[in-house]
Each structure stands twice: as C-alpha cells, then as structure tokens.
C-alpha cells in the first residue's frame, strides 16, 4: 500500500501564504500524478491542482496566479504554494496520489488520499 501524509495546514489571515507538502511512502513502484483537493464546509471535494511526473501543471481556475504546486520525484512529495489567501480557501485540504505498488506492478494504477489538513483562512 502506499501512505500519504499531509502538513502545513493552519490558520492565516486573509492575503497571507501557507506551504503545504505531502509525503508518499510504502510499497511504491511508481507515483504518476499527484494533486490536492480541497472540500470545503458544505461543499463537494473539488481539485485545486494537480502535477505530472515530468511537470506538467493544472489549476483550477479559482488559485490561478496564487497557488503554486510543485514536487519533488526523488522524496515522492508534492508541494502546494499558497499566496494571497482569501476566506473562501478555507477548506481540508488533501493530498492524491495516482501511483502503482510493488505488489501489483506498473500495470495497474491505484488512487490513494491523504487524511487532510485543514486550512482556514479568518482575521
């Protein structure tokens, strides 16, 4: 199986930046994308960004120009820069890695989720 472990969430005013990483380990062959996701209160989980292996990027269009994903192949983390927050970022946010096990070999692929860092964004 593969784990995913999420940090850096917590409470920032309005128009400041939060960094958070997320870590894969376990039984991995091979991570291929990875993304965050965010749900917030009363809303339905919905994708932030997402990263390829060779870097590729996507934002929805709500973070374009203030968030920032990134990652790092050799530690199997991915990171989100987030800059110029605002109340409605306020959300768990979580961590999705589309990868493949030792186990099961590269032909199959599996979707694994972290268990969420909650972001809030207040004065």
């Known amino acids: 199986q593969v784990q995913l472990v999420e940090s850096g969430g917590g409470l920032v005013q309005p128009g400041g930046s939060l960094r958070l990483s997320c870590a894969a380990s376990?039984?991995?062959?091979?991570?291929?994308?990875m993304a965050w996701y965010r749900q917030g209160p009363g809303k339905q989980r919905e994708l932030v960004a997402s990263?390829?292996?060779?870097?590729?990027?996507n934002y929805a269009d709500s973070v374009k120009g203030r968030f920032t994903i990134s990652r790092d192949n050799a530690a199997n983390t991915v990171y989100l820069q987030m800059n110029s927050l605002k109340p409605e970022d306020t959300a768990v946010y979580y961590c999705?890695?589309?990868?493949?096990?030792?186990?099961?070999?590269?032909?199959?692929?599996?979707?694994?989720w972290g268990q969420g860092t909650q972001v809030t964004v207040s004065s």
């Open positions: 999705n890695a589309e990868a493949s096990t030792i186990v099961s070999g590269p032909s199959i692929r599996y979707s694994f």
């Open positions: 990263i390829t292996s060779g870097g590729s990027t």
């Open positions: 376990g039984s991995i062959f091979s991570i291929y994308s």
